[in-house]
């Protein structure tokens, strides 16, 4: 694996890449409190089938640029990223895959500019409308998604988040995976990730701009051919918004895995990467 940099309006994404020059390009996007890292298992072997594959760390992440304001987090913001790397790379299109918040940004990619995405793969995050709808009217959803609202707070989440040599952020990680996910190596990387100088803020506006900074989709119907990936053990958000974002889309699939938690491609690593070499070789 190589590092390099692309350039979105004073924006540095840095990124790992892998595989040949010449392959398909498969972009794949981390979610919170990760970095390029939450897809290290799948990078390899996607770049042995002849895959280009581009994992960066987006913005606000690790090594990436970390631009001040929230409104640089907007959701807008984020996906023009992913097209900068797009065009960059001279790609009219290539095929996307997401997890957490990056699923979010690989929605609102293929929602925003289906023409770039050949084909959409997302981890255990619903359409933009389902997870709209359901933070308004189901109370479970709601108190699951406590810390939303937490993240909204001036400085003291970041405080919390890294005390006790990040103590809480770690705590985040096994607390809500399967015993194992992550071993104590892994978590040395993330902190290392987390102490470069303010990441944890421009990590966290990511929320912050969530409530700000919205784009309005109106249940826009996402017209990319997808595939959705969740762990049914998802201590973050239901499955229920699995099943239900399959009618906001015009080919989908769904495949849930009934003993994987929201750490779907730590604890089911080959069978996420059968998934994606299936679909985008088909």
């Known amino acids: 694996m190589d590092s390099i940099y692309f350039e979105n309006s004073g924006v540095r994404i840095h990124s790992v890449v892998a595989g040949p020059k010449d392959g398909r390009v498969v972009v794949l996007l981390h979610g919170f409190p990760e970095f390029w890292y939450g897809w290290h298992k799948q990078i390899e072997p996607l770049a042995a089938a002849g895959f280009r594959v581009i994992v960066p760390d ?5 090594l990436s640029s970390k631009p001040r304001g929230v409104a640089s987090y907007a959701l807008k913001e984020l ?14 299109s290539l095929f996307l895959a997401g997890h957490d918040w990056g699923a979010a940004v690989a929605w609102c990619t293929a929602l925003l500019h289906p023409e770039r995405i050949a084909k959409l793969v997302i981890v255990n995050v619903p359409h933009p409308s389902v997870m709209r709808r359901f933070l308004n009217t189901r109370p479970r959803q709601m108190l699951r998604s406590w810390y939303i609202l937490f993240f909204q707070i001036p400085w ?15 705590r985040v990680l096994l607390g809500s995976s399967r015993p194992k996910t992550f071993s ?5 990387q993330y902190r290392a990730a987390w102490s470069q ?20 989709f109106a249940d826009r119907i996402v017209r990319v051919p997808t595939r959705i990936l969740w ?33 779907l491609q730590h ?14 070789q088909s």
């Open 156 to 170: 003291l989440p970041e405080g919390i988040f890294s005390a006790f040599n990040f103590y809480a952020g770690t």
């Open 79 to 92: 996906v023009s990223d992913v097209i900068a790397i797009a065009d960059q790379l001279g790609q009219e």
């Open 231 to 263: 762990g049914a053990r998802d201590k973050f958000l239901m499955t229920e918004m699995a099943y239900e974002s399959l009618r906001y889309c015009t080919d989908a699939e769904l495949s849930t895995f009934a003993q994987a938690t929201h750490w």
């Open 267 to 280: 604890e089911e690593p080959e069978k996420v990467y059968e998934i994606l070499l299936k679909f985008f």
């Open 197 to 216: 100088r303010g990441a944890l803020t421009s990590m966290i506006s990511w929320y912050r701009a969530a409530v700000g900074h919205r784009i309005r």
């Open 58 to 62: 987006q913005r606000g992440y690790n």
């Open 184 to 188: 104590p190596e892994d978590l040395a």
